[in-house]
């Protein structure tokens, strides 16, 4: 019987019907971003779609239209846990339907990670934007718990699946006023653009600040050659309280 990672963020923090969430993914999508058919990976934020799916639109529509394999990068919230894990299902289940694992890549992975599977909303939430965006494509969830090794996970990416498109799954600053939001939030895009990980270890905010890291060294053994910003929005954008807000920003890496 197939392993199958049932949804349980639906219905809070995305549409639970299957029709109304394909036309809020698609309005996402919908947008007058370039394509950059070579970069090899994204950072997007994952908070409930009526905040930041707008910025997360921004970073999927300009990625890649053909990729067979994306690895999605996500922080833990809710379960505590030291490092690494890959989700070695056979599936992820959204709305929309299954979403297929790579299973020879998360196999290879789990010899040198931890493998237990859990409901992560960081993760579930960008799940709908890989089944619009790349239908036929295969995913490798990795979930990163309490001081990973950020270094190794990248090896681990380009030994495996160094063609993968790999997604970076982080907000940024919390609950902040909006100015202040927007000065520390400012700090850590401009780490991204550098292209260096060793300034994202820094006293940066970002709950996927080690998403981003790994990603930033998958590109230096990619040989990136630039990081560019794409969309930045809080949740005041979207009606929230301005004197407490949240940094959502997408960004890609050619």
């Known amino acids: 019987m197939d392993n199958v990672l049932k ?44 905040y930041s799916g707008k910025t997360a639109g ?10 067979s394999t994306i690895v999605i990068i996500a922080p833990s919230h809710k379960f505590p846990f030291r490092g690494e894990t890959v989700f070695n299902s056979d599936f992820l289940e959204t709305p929309l339907g299954v979403c297929p694992i790579n299973k020879q890549v998360t196999k290879a992975l ?11 909303h960081s993760l579930e939430v960008l799940i709908p934007f890989v089944q619009i965006k790349w239908p036929e494509a295969e995913i ?8 990973p090794d950020c270094e190794k996970v990248a090896g681990l990416l380009h030994k495996y699946v160094p063609d993968a498109f790999v997604i970076a799954s982080s907000d940024l600053s919390h609950f902040y006023p909006q100015n202040v939001a927007e ?15 060793e300034k994202l270890k820094k006293n940066l905010e970002a709950c996927g600040k080690t998403a981003i890291q790994i990603l930033l ?17 809080t949740s005041a954008a979207a009606g929230g309280d301005k004197e407490s807000v949240v940094g959502y920003f997408s960004g890609i890496v050619v």
């Open 110 to 120: 789990a010899t040198e990670m931890e493998t237990f599977v859990f409901n992560e």
């Open 140 to 147: 490798v969830p990795i979930v990163l718990g309490i001081e």
């Open 58 to 67: 921004y970073g999927f529509s300009s990625a890649p239209t053909k990729k």
């Open 7 to 50: 949804p349980k963020f639906a219905g809070s923090f995305y549409p639970s019907d299957p029709l109304t969430l394909e036309v809020t993914v698609k309005q996402y999508l919908d947008n007058d971003s370039i394509i950059y058919e070579d970069a090899i990976g994204m950072v997007v934020p994952h908070a409930g779609y009526v």
């Open 183 to 197: 000065r520390i939030d400012r700090l850590t895009i401009n780490a991204f653009l550098s292209l260096s990980a």
């Open 217 to 233: 060294l998958f590109a230096e053994l990619s040989n990136a050659s630039k990081a560019i910003e794409l969309d930045y929005s």
